[in-house]
């Protein structure tokens, strides 16, 4: 029995290492993929007679490069011990996503010499294709935010890990914010280029969508926890941000079909219901902000298994807000991408996008702290 036992540990321990290995392997692996793709955008040189071709190449480099993230974060199996190594690949992803927003822009800046002795014809797909490379490159920074909050979720060792893991963290939120900020300027002399007309067709389902984030947001700032039943209330709350999350993500992929066979024209409506939905999503993060202040109150008189089960329901939550807003920023993206008339509304959805950005830091900045606080407890309770 005894030999069993020992066998058992030794081949868990092992697949643990394997584990720890295969995860590391794969950001590395990804991180080489975002340097070659670095330099092959750093490297182009565009031309009025060949514009479009090495900007569709780029484009299905850092496509590929995006669903290598998605396919390595749904791989993600719990429970997973970090370790410094792991935090090390997962930052240097973070960086490079921004260093790749830098290299972008160059592209626009070339873009918009070639304006004027380039057919219009070609100059609006290499437009388009310089637009789209912009939203993959803030693709790739969600998706890399969504593999760092879902580590997290599923980490066996917070409590060890606590002070490493909120430098990554601060890497982190240092990083989006400038890939954000490039991106947007990246896209603001894009649209410095082209002129159009307008009108479009969401604004039903945008402003549902923000009724129904305003009612829970509402609905988690009035829970009142109690240190007996706070892990099953976190759990409702949990379940109610990840049901209002498939919603927002589904109107984002209903959105992603529509680009594909469709065009819209925008209106200045539905621009502010786009803001307006990062709005939603601050009021969300403020309601999430009180209810973790109240788990932080009540800790010292919450048994230990109660207190880790409401933290890891907690990061999970705090981990759906953030998905909501990378999918409100794509939505974005997407909605300029589809657009007849950038041209016309240029100004307004140059100052949507900063609005939006300037929201989004807010709930990120929120969320950050949330983590932070969740991780402290961790380390200062001694769990797991």
């Known amino acids: 029995m005894m030999k069993k036992l020992l066998q058992t540990l030794i081949l868990a321990t092992l697949t643990l290492s394997w584990a720890h290995a295969a995860l590391k ?44 993230m998605t396919q390595t974060t749904h791989n993600l199996t719990a429970p997973i011990s970090l370790d410094n190594d792991t935090l090390t690949a997962l930052e240097s992803l973070i960086t490079r996503a921004s260093t790749l927003s830098s290299s972008s822009q160059l592209l626009s800046a070339q873009l918009n010499t070639l304006q004027p002795t380039t057919d219009m014809g070609i100059l609006r797909d ?26 997290l979720v599923m980490a066996d060792n917070i409590g060890l890990m606590a002070d490493r893991i909120l ?7 240092d990083n989006l914010a400038t ?76 959105l992603k079909s529509d680009l594909q066979n469709n065009t819209v024209y925008i209106e200045e409506l539905s621009l502010a219901s786009l803001t307006n939905m990062t709005h939603m999503l601050m009021a969300l993060s403020a309601a999430a902000e009180t209810v973790s202040g109240s788990i932080n109150a009540l800790q010292s008189i919450t048994s230990s298994r109660t207190l880790e089960d409401a933290l890891k329901n907690m990061f999970v939550m705090v981990a759906n807000i953030n998905t909501m807003a990378d999918a409100i920023l ?32 807010i709930v990120q900045s929120a969320i950050l702290g949330i983590q932070q606080m969740g991780i402290g407890i961790f380390a200062s309770r001694n769990l797991y």
Request: one cysteine or more.
């Open 126 to 151: 290499g437009i388009t294709a310089t637009l789209q490379l912009s939203a993959e490159i803030g693709t790739m920074a969600d998706r890399i935010g969504a593999m760092a909050d879902k580590i």
């Open 25 to 68: 392997d794969e950001l590395l692996i990804i991180d080489n993929d975002m340097a070659l793709l670095d330099h092959n955008i750093s490297s182009t040189t565009l031309t009025a007679q060949t514009l479009c071709a090495p900007l569709i190449k780029i484009n299905q480099e850092a496509k590929a490069i995006t669903q290598a």
């Open 330 to 361: 794509e939505m974005g993206d997407t909605i300029l991408l589809m657009a007849d008339n950038i041209g016309t509304q240029a100004e307004q959805i140059i100052l949507m996008q900063e609005a939006q950005n300037a929201n989004i830091t």
């Open 179 to 254: 890939t954000q900020n490039t991106i947007l300027q990246t896209q603001s002399n894009i649209l410095t280029i082209v002129s159009i007309i307008e009108t479009d067709s969401y604004n039903f389902n945008i402003n549902t969508l923000i009724a129904q984030g305003d009612l829970l947001a509402a609905k988690i700032m009035a829970t009142i926890l109690n240190p007996w039943t706070m892990a099953s209330q976190m759990e409702n709350l949990k379940n109610d941000t990840t049901a209002f999350m498939t919603d927002i993500k589904n109107f984002q992929n209903n």
């Open 167 to 173: 430098v990554t963290q601060q890497i982190q939120s």
